[in-house]
């Protein structure tokens, strides 16, 4: 089943050179293809409405410090079961707990600063391509 998904990687992993490696791991997958991608630096009003289901939880305003806080590439990826897969390839929320070989496994060091966002369903991935990529239908 065709899909697409919504991918940030996050302020963390532009600082510290990631970029390239992340989207090497989603390029090799086969049938996956990059159709949007854009590198910009993200607003208190983006980040509010794309974290609307945080907003007043304790970790909501560091976590928008966090995400504020540089440079962000926001990509559009499509292809067979690709909500699941990057999911996957990006392992668990908490760094700790991702086994090596999953991109937090690999690379993240706390639950905040994890590297990456993954939309989680077809649902979200819908709402959050709008909200980065308005001029994609
Ligand atoms: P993500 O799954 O992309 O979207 C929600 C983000 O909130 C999550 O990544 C983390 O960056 C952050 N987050 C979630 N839970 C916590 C937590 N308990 N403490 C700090 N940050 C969190």
Excluded at 7 to 15: H, I, S
Excluded at 56 to 74: A, N, R
Excluded at 116 to 127: L, N, Q, V
Aim: avoid cysteine.
């Amino acid at each position: 089943m065709s899909q697409r998904t919504l991918v940030l990687l996050k302020p963390d992993a532009v600082k510290r050179g990631l970029i390239g490696e992340i989207i090497r791991r989603i390029e090799r997958k086969a049938n996956w293809t990059i159709t949007a991608l854009e590198l910009r630096t993200l607003d208190r009003g983006v980040l509010e409405q794309h974290y609307a289901e945080h907003v007043g939880k304790p970790f909501y305003e560091p976590l928008v410090d966090f995400m504020s806080s540089g440079p962000v590439v926001s990509l559009v990826v499509e292809g067979e079961r690709v909500i699941e897969g990057v999911r996957a390839l990006a392992g668990p929320t908490d760094p700790i707990a991702a086994p090596s070989g999953s991109i937090r496994g690999d690379f993240g060091t706390i639950t905040r600063e994890n590297l990456i966002h993954a939309s989680d369903s077809e649902e979200s991935a819908e709402r959050e391509i709008k909200i980065f990529f308005p001029g994609i239908s």
